[in-house]
């Protein structure tokens, strides 16, 4: 979704006259070890189609301006990408690389039939090529990380190529015609605090660069704006990682460095996702396969509605309907709370964020589903069970509550992270389920897995 940094649209542009497609594939099937019932594939969810939508309309304008224009299909890109190719007589077709099992087997299936140039750009690092002094792979962060680290920086990134000559003649689909966009009912309102696009992108960058100082201090407070928010310009690759690591290390070179860790997190979640194409939709860690969750549809829709009582779970959820993105932070204890208070399979609140968030990415979402239930590689331990109420008030979230839960805008600060401490408030659900009861049954159940 840009032409800054992106080194395919670089080579296409230097080797000749291009023409620039964008295929809507859902054929996006799960990996064959996935068991039922989560075998559904990952087709793009709701809210990222509403930000594609939008990426795509900035990206089309801005081939306009070179004369240009953004050609649409939909369909398998495994055939429209290369009967395009050859009614246009392509001699080659450039993508950037994937790691998501669907696209690596896309990639595949194209260049069995055309030149396919599959250059890198997605990530900071090819996965494969950070390995350990005996030519293993990392599936422990830390240690990853430092081994990451010694290929950094990435190069600085390249602007957008000065001249582009374009095939003319090729039929687009129109953008509506992709139907992207939700109607009846449209709940996107909210999601206008967002800028899709290359130009969004690279205003949100600089925004953020002038705070990036206090990211370190600020970035588990949710009632602050203190992280970037530029997941999902990434996720839609708006803007390139390299782009960001050296803007930010030029913006606060002393301070960047829990920064770029944190990208860091997101290059590392494409490692296990390397190393474990299922990861997705199987457990990394073999007891968890048996672990007894409950069949609670009614549980798992208040916490989906954010009904669940404990404010700060509520607040979470409600922001995440709202804007399509949700606080890190928040992230964490509203996970935690429906695998572990709830004891509902992560795989459901997995696929709820899938199609809630802008910033849905298999790799990240899994590795942090898989995170907060202990189940990953590299996991927090089961019975680090989330307290919402302490987390709530550690990271000092009245005004983050009060923002989310307009029933709790009158509430005092010190009532305002367990109301029914003090008997209440009139149009707010009592907790669904009592902490420390909650926190044993699960134990148990783990217990009983194990
Ligand atoms: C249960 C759960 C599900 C998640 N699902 C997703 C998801 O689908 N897509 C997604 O991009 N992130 C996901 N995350 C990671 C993280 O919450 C978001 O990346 C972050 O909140 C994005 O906000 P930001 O851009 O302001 O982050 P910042 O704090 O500004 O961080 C900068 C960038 O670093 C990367 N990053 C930061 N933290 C993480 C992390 N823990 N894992 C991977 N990358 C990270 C992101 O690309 C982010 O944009 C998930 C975390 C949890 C606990």
């Known amino acids: 979704m840009r032409l800054a940094d992106q080194a395919a649209v670089r080579a296409a542009a230097a080797a000749g006259p291009v023409v620039a497609l964008f295929v809507l594939d859902d054929h996006r099937p799960a990996v ?40 649409l299909r939909r369909g398998r890109s495994t055939e429209i990408v290369p009967a395009i190719a050859a009614d246009v007589g392509a001699e080659a077709v450039h993508c950037l690389g994937h790691i998501e099992p669907w696209a690596r087997d896309d990639e595949e299936a194209v260049a069995a039939r055309v030149k396919l140039e599959i250059h890198e750009g997605v990530l900071l690092v090819r996965p494969e090529s950070v390995r350990t002094g005996t030519g293993g792979r990392y599936r422990i962060f830390t240690p ?10 990435p190069a600085r990134p390249a602007p957008a190529p000065a001249k582009m000559d374009f095939v003319a003649d090729v039929t687009s689909d129109r953008l509506e015609d992709l139907k992207l966009l939700p109607t009846n009912p449209d709940w996107s309102g909210g999601f206008t605090v967002w800028q899709p696009g290359e130009a969004g992108a690279a205003a949100r960058l600089e925004d953020f660069a002038g705070r990036a100082a206090a990211y370190d201090e600020a970035r588990n407070m949710p009632s602050v704006e203190g992280t970037s928010r530029l997941s999902p310009h990434l996720a839609m690759g708006d803007i390139s990682v390299a782009t960001i690591w050296h803007a930010i290390a030029d913006a606060v070179p002393v301070s960047a460095e829990p920064y770029l860790r944190e990208l860091g997190w997101r290059d590392f979640a494409a490692n296990i996702l390397d190393l474990f194409p299922d990861h997705g939709e199987v457990p990394g860690r073999e007891v968890f396969s048996k672990l007894a969750f409950l069949d609670d549809p009614e549980g798992l829709r208040a916490w989906q509605q954010g009904r669940t009582g404990y404010p ?6 409600r922001q995440l309907w709202a804007i399509g993105w ?48 202990g189940s990953g590689v590299d996991s927090s331990p089961f019975n680090r069970v989330f307290a919402p109420v302490g987390q709530s008030a550690k990271f000092d979230a009245a005004a983050y509550i009060r923002e989310w839960v307009p029933e709790l805008r009158h509430v005092s600060e010190s009532r305002i992270h367990a109301p029914w401490e003090s008997g209440g408030v009139k149009g707010y659900p009592p907790p669904i389920i009592r902490h420390e009861a909650a926190r044993a049954r699960a134990l148990e159940a783990y217990a009983a897995a194990r």
Do not use: Y
Request: charged share 25%; net charge positive.
């Open 326 to 373: 949700m606080h890190n932070r928040v992230r964490m204890i509203t996970a935690s709370f429906l695998c572990k208070h709830l004891l509902i399979d992560w795989r459901h609140g997995e696929r709820w964020f899938w199609d809630c968030l802008v910033d849905a990415d298999l790799a990240s979402n899994s590795l942090g589903w898989q995170w907060v239930m």
């Open 32 to 71: 064959a070890s996935a068991p039922e019932p989560w075998r559904q594939g990952w087709a793009m969810g709701a809210a990222q189609r509403w930000w594609l939508h939008h990426a795509l309309a900035s990206l089309d304008a801005d081939l306009r301006k070179r004369g240009g224009r953004l050609v």
């Open 312 to 317: 700060i779970v509520d607040a979470g959820m």
């Open 144 to 153: 990853w990380w430092r081994r990451m680290r010694e290929q950094m920086p």
